[in-house]
Structures are given as structure tokens and as C-alpha cells.
């Protein structure tokens, strides 16, 4: 088989290297790519949003198979669009892909097919949105921007103040344009956060490891939210229990609902969740793979992704062996200085051999370009250093000492990535605190639902 793959990240480069080891693959295409894709995989100029350029490039390459990776194609309708010209196509439609388009859509969803989420209601207008706010008196709260905001959309407000001052600008100023012309209020939730990925055909679905994304910019979550700054899988928070819990409460429902709404989903439906103390809840649903959860989350893989994604295609994932590796895979983001808001571009990496590459570990370029030999950084999360070992320790100091060989101008990482997740394996596997939500909620409620 021929692959392209549609986008730019260190997702589309986890996807090129796991798709680069089956033996079904022959040559592997990307566009745009980036300077590390560039050396595994042929690249193209052609963006990841240009629906008519991406249908073109495919007329011109004849790939076997085009994956579209990003976001905003899947909800610009870019799979439509390369199987109205016969392409075999992994990813979602445009009708399944609102499911990430759209919160209102998604929070609907939820509420009409009782998939557990945080209560919520919707605005267009932003007097009723802060009478609304006001009545309601509890912080913090929850706004979200209805549509696509480059992962800015979502505004933890912590007082009367910052949720009026939300809603005023994503409603009256358009702050994310259109996308928030919509917003959801939402009920703010606690417990720990796991992403899982999942593949399915309609028929199936098949949770990929768990994982932990850590999306704040600075140590100990602070500072402003990032795309993910680094990831660890397998998430100890989600236990067997847990995941048993929402198989049967979130994910076979949800495809059930998309069914039943006639926009069945085939792909990677990426499930948000927040274990909170009264069980396991959807925070958002994404209609892709994560990024960076992909970086650790492929490469536990123990199967071949390119035959999973034709038996999607195909509508036979349950045919196809899929299992995952033991141990840990942890990733640590090295990003430019001053990401997520101002940034320098261009700047030369040191420490990278002519793959992209240093020992004893994989990275995922993000955002780098690739020139007379060197690689810059071309991007605010420019590099995923990626490695695995059997234990969760194990597996982040190879990642930690493998960053200190890559150096650049004002470059970036946070030092905690796998912190919260080494406590919760020491507590087996609650943290303090949140055993004192739980503790609160019994208190109130004097039951805990989940064991
Ligand atoms: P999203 O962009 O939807 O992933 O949201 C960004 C982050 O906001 C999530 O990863 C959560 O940490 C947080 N978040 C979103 N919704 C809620 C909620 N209802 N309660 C508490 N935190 C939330
Ligand atoms: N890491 C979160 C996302 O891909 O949306």
C-alpha cells in the first residue's frame, strides 16, 4: 500500500512510523509534514485544510489509502470529498465529525442518549448567558466556545467576573469567530483527567491504551493551556473497573447514538474523560487521534495500523488483532519559549542527527523544518521525545535524559510530566487529593457509586 497522510504534527509523525513498520506499506506520503516527517516520509506544500488541493495531490499520487489526521479537515468535510473520487479514506465524515465540530451538538448527544457529562446549558445571546451565570452563582464555571477554537475554546471561569468577561468576548466580540457565536455553560467537574483513543467502524470499537495528557504550559499545571506538553500511557487512573465502566456507559453508547443518528463514526473516536467521584464522565469527545497522546499511545501497539485502518475502512475491525504492549511509553515536549502566545520561529536545533533523531529514544517533530542539513524550529511545540521501558520510572528518565542532548535558543519543557501519574501509582491508585473529592461527595451524598 500507498499512504498519504494529511497534516503537519507529531501525531502525523507517530502515524507515519507506526504505519512505516507493516509490512503492507510501500511508500508513505505526507503533506504538508514537517522537517522530521520529511525524513521518514515524501512531503508535499500542499495544507492540511485545502480540501480541493488535498483531492488533487491524491489524483496525482494514486495512494492506496489517504488518512486525514487534523481536526478541522475531518469537520470541513475533507473525507467526503476524497471518496466522492473513489479514495479510501481513514477518518470520519463530515455528518460524524460534528461530534468534535460542534459542543452544542456533542452535549445534546450526551443528554438525549444519557451518556454521563457534565450538566450544562447553551447561549447565543450573551444577556441571557450572564443572567444565566449570575442566578446560577457558582464557581468555578465552565464556558465553551460551540465550535473549532485551536484548542483555546474552553475558559474555566473562577469568579462572576471572568465568566461575564468569557461570554461577552466569544459571543458579542467573536472571539473565535463563528465558533463562538454558541457557547455551552457548563458544571465544572474534578477527578483526574485519561484520553482514550479508540478505533472504530461503526461495529466495533476497540479502546486503544489508556493515556495522560499534560496540557497546562508550566510545571505543576500552571500557566496558560497548551495543545499537551507531554503524555504518559498506560493512565493508572484508569483501572480495569473504570474501564469496564465506560465501555459499557460511554463508548458503546456513543456509537450506538452516532448510529442512531445516522452519522455512524469510523475512525479514531478520541473519548475525553474525567473520572469523577460520582464515576467516569465525558469532558469532550475529539473526532481523531490526540496529539500528543498518539506519540505513546502507538507506539504500545502490538498489531499493524495500516491493516487496521483498511478493515475500518472495510467495516471488518473485529477480524483484526489488536493488542498492546506492556510497560510504559512516556513523551516529553520540548517547546519554543513563550508558546502558547509569542514565539521565535526559525531557530537551530542542536543535538539531532540527520534522521531528526538522538539515542535511546524516538522524537516526534512537531514543528521543525528541515534545511542544508539542519533542523529549526518552525512551530510552538516543535519536538515529542518519546520513549518506553517497563516502568513508568524507567520509561521518563530515558525521555528526560534523551531532552538534555536537544538544545535551542529559549527552548521549553516542562520537568513534571509523569509526576501525577508516579503518585497515583504509589497510592494505588487515588492521589490525595483526589481521595478528598471523593471523601467529599460520600459526605454529601453518603454513596459512592463506583468501586
Ligand atoms: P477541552 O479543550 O475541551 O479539552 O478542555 C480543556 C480542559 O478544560 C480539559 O482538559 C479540562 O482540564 C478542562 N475542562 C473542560 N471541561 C471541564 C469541566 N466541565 N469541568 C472541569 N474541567 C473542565
Ligand atoms: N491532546 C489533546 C488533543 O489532542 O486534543
Not at 46 to 73: N, S
Not at 186 to 209: A, C, Q, R
Not at 210 to 221: E, I, L, Q, T, W
Amino acid at each position: 500500500m500507498n499512504i498519504l497522510v494529511v497534516g503537519s504534527g507529531g501525531r502525523e509523525h507517530a502515524i507515519i512510523m507506526k504505519l512505516a513498520e507493516s509490512e503492507k506499506v510501500d511508500k508513505l506520503y505526507c503533506t504538508p509534514g514537517n522537517g522530521g516527517i520529511s525524513r521518514y516520509a515524501e512531503c508535499f506544500d500542499v495544507g492540511a485544510t485545502d480540501i480541493e488541493g488535498v483531492v488533487a495531490l491524491a489524483k496525482k499520487l494514486a495512494p492506496d489509502m489517504v488518512v486525514v489526521a487534523p481536526d478541522d479537515p475531518l469537520v470541513l468535510g475533507m473525507v467526503d470529498a476524497l471518496q466522492a473520487e473513489g479514495f479510501r479514506t481513514f477518518g470520519p465524515k463530515k455528518n460524524a465529525a460534528i461530534i468534535e465540530g460542534s459542543k452544542v451538538f456533542s452535549k445534546e448527544l450526551m443528554k438525549k442518549y444519557g451518556i454521563p457529562t457534565a450538566g450544562y446549558e447553551v447561549f447565543s445571546d450573551s444577556e441571557s448567558a450572564v443572567k444565566y451565570i449570575k442566578e446560577q452563582n457558582t464557581y468555578p464555571t465552565v464556558i465553551k466556545a460551540d465550535g473549532l477554537a485551536l484548542g483555546k475554546g474552553v475558559i474555566l471561569a473562577q469568579n462572576e467576573e471572568e465568566a461575564v468577561s468569557a461570554v461577552k468576548s466569544m459571543i458579542d466580540d467573536r472571539q473565535f469567530g463563528e465558533s463562538s457565536s454558541t457557547v455551552v455553560i457548563e458544571e465544572y467537574l474534578t477527578g483526574p483527567e485519561v484520553s482514550v483513543l479508540s478505533f472504530t467502524d461503526g461495529k466495533t470499537v476497540v479502546p486503544m491504551i489508556s493515556s495522560m495528557d499534560h496540557k497546562r504550559a508550566y510545571d505543576n499545571d500552571e500557566g496558560l493551556n497548551t495543545g499537551g506538553m507531554g503524555t504518559v500511557a498506560p493512565n493508572p487512573y484508569y483501572t480495569e473497573a473504570v474501564a469496564k465502566e465506560c465501555m459499557e456507559k460511554i463508548f458503546l453508547p456513543t456509537i450506538n447514538a452516532m448510529n442512531a443518528e445516522g452519522r455512524t463514526f469510523e475512525g479514531c473516536l478520541y473519548f475525553g474523560l474525567m473520572i469523577t467521584p460520582k464515576g467516569p464522565m465525558v469532558i469532550e469527545y475529539n473526532c481523531r487521534f490526540g496529539d500528543p497522546e498518539t506519540q505513546v499511545v502507538l507506539p504500545m501497539l502490538d498489531g499493524d495500523l495500516a491493516e487496521i485502518f483498511e478493515a475500518i475502512y472495510e467495516h471488518r475491525l473485529s477480524e483484526v488483532p489488536i493488542k498492546w504492549k506492556s510497560g510504559y511509553c512516556t513523551c516529553v515536549v520540548m517547546a519554543s519559549g513563550g508558546y502558547p502566545v509569542k514565539y521565535e520561529k526559525g531557530l537551530e536545533i542542536n543535538g539531532l542527527d540527520e534522521k531528526g533523531q538522538v539515542e535511546n529514544a524516538f522524537v516526534y517533530h512537531a514543528g521543525t523544518k528541515f534545511k542544508d542539513g539542519t533542523f529549526t524550529t518552525n512551530g510552538g511545540r516543535v519536538l515529542g521525545v518519546t520513549c518506553n521501558a517497563l516502568t513508568l520510572q524507567g520509561a521518563l528518565d530515558k525521555s528526560y535524559d534523551a531532552v538534555k542532548k536537544i538544545t535551542w535558543k529559549d527552548e521549553h519543557h516542562r520537568k513534571d510530566i509523569g509526576a501525577r501519574a508516579l503518585k497515583a501509582l504509589n497510592n494505588d491508585p487515588l492521589d490525595l487529593e483526589y481521595k478528598q473529592d471523593m471523601e467529599d461527595y460520600i459526605e454529601e451524598n453518603g454513596v459512592y457509586l463506583r468501586q
